[in-house]
């Protein structure tokens, strides 16, 4: 799990933290006051609400206030709340991908399906699972995401462009895990680096580092041309967080990722350093690269294996020449920005430390 020191103590980034936290907390009280949700089902309310207030990065609705306030000459009524928005969605997404990955945990706590499974086994002969309420409560929280989005008392064309941008993130981030899923089963061989990018692009860097910084900007009212500098950050940012998601998935210890090291090669993902490896190796080894891929089962030894085969082609050192290249870019994006100078600086010290 990475850790942001930096925003825990710049006093800007910890205030702006704090604020999502207590908004976080009175969204739901208002939300269970609007919909009673409690007194129609305590397990729905309970899980979501447990899930929601777990111990979070926040990154993401951060980003958003980063990218409002740095334009903007005063903060709108309801911002905090509007920010909510990107962790709303964050959530749904993560809920979603537990069951599709099978994984148990999350946040270091049980995952939403496996404390809803918990809670079925008092009942006996039923037709669904936790996996199916899971499902439900995802899309409850996407609703509520679109709920605490339009709270914000704002300019009404930069709202809806800035909502269109919301919902477009939505659309891409279900994009990039679909194809995720299908390059698992696609021969590695026909895979390009480009395509790996563009999944890591619309899975990861739009939603969690684009889309909030210039949705945040848009209804600030930012120019064009500083939407487009902080859409590449963003893209420079997400690529480079998640090779580093790559080579923890890999080289890592489960303590800190929070997820099983075997989780990524038993799914056959096609990681910038797999690609790496396989079109950089001997025929031997290409084959045993394809081996692995198309197991049903992934063990310890071949972790090991994979392990080895990615250091032998140094596959490792291109992924980190990888990061340090797209950090610098991101560097250099923020040094140009027409943004108010504080948030800028933290912004800009933002990804030095999303990479540490």
């Given at each position: 799990m990475e850790h942001f020191e930096y925003f825990d103590s710049n006093?800007?980034?910890?205030?702006?933290?704090?604020?999502?936290?207590?908004?976080?907390?009175k969204f739901f009280n208002d939300v269970n006051r609007l919909y009673s949700l409690s007194k129609f089902s305590p397990v729905l309310f309970n899980n979501?609400?447990?899930?929601?207030?777990?111990?979070?990065?926040?990154?993401?609705?951060?980003?958003?206030?980063?990218?409002?306030?740095?334009?903007?000459?005063?903060?709108?009524?309801?911002?905090?709340?509007?920010?909510?928005?990107?962790?709303?969605?964050?959530?749904?997404t993560l809920i979603h991908d537990d069951i599709i990955d099978k994984s148990d945990t999350r946040r270091g706590k049980p995952s939403v399906h496996t404390m809803l499974n918990k809670?079925?086994?008092?009942?006996?002969?039923?037709?669904?699972n936790g996996q199916d309420l899971a499902i439900v409560i995802g899309d409850i929280l996407y609703a509520l995401a679109?709920?605490?989005?339009?709270?914000?008392?704002?300019?009404?064309?930069?709202?809806?462009?800035?909502?269109?941008t919301f919902i477009e993130t939505a659309i891409y981030t279900g994009t990039g895990e679909f194809g995720e899923l299908l390059y698992g089963i696609e021969d590695i061989e026909k895979i390009s680096k480009q395509d790996i990018y563009r999944i890591y692009d619309f899975?990861?860097?739009?939603?969690?580092?684009?889309?909030?910084?210039?949705?945040?900007?848009?209804?600030?009212?930012?120019?064009?041309e500083e939407l487009a500098k902080l859409s590449q950050y963003g893209i420079c940012l997400g690529r480079a967080f998640q090779i580093k998601d790559d080579i923890a998935g890999m080289f890592g210890d489960e303590k800190d990722t929070g997820k099983s090291v075997l989780a990524d090669l038993q799914e056959a993902k096609k990681t910038i350093l797999v690609w790496y490896a396989y079109h950089h190796a001997a025929p031997r080894d290409?084959?045993?690269?394809?081996?692995?891929?198309?197991?049903?089962?992934?063990?310890?030894?071949?972790?090991?294996?994979?392990?080895?085969?990615?250091?032998?082609?140094?596959?490792?050192?291109f992924a980190r020449k990888e990061i340090a290249s797209l950090l610098n870019k991101a560097q250099q994006l923020?040094?140009?920005l027409a943004m108010k100078k504080n948030y800028r600086m933290l912004l800009n010290s933002f990804a030095f430390e999303v990479l540490k």
């Open positions: 006093p800007l980034a910890a205030r702006i933290k704090s604020r999502i936290e207590q908004s976080l907390e979501i609400q447990d899930f929601v207030l777990r111990d979070g990065k926040r990154i993401r609705p951060i980003l958003f206030i980063i990218g409002y306030l740095g334009f903007s000459k005063k903060a709108a009524a309801n911002l905090y709340t509007c920010a909510l928005s990107f962790e709303l969605l964050h959530d749904f809670y079925l086994t008092r009942y006996k002969k039923i037709k669904f679109i709920l605490a989005f339009l709270s914000i008392k704002e300019n009404t064309r930069r709202k809806e462009q800035a909502l269109k899975k990861t860097a739009y939603y969690s580092f684009t889309a909030p910084l210039i949705t945040g900007a848009t209804l600030a009212g930012a120019q064009r290409k084959q045993a690269i394809r081996k692995m891929l198309s197991k049903d089962t992934i063990g310890r030894s071949d972790l090991t294996a994979m392990r080895e085969i990615t250091t032998r082609y140094h596959a490792l050192d923020t040094i140009s």
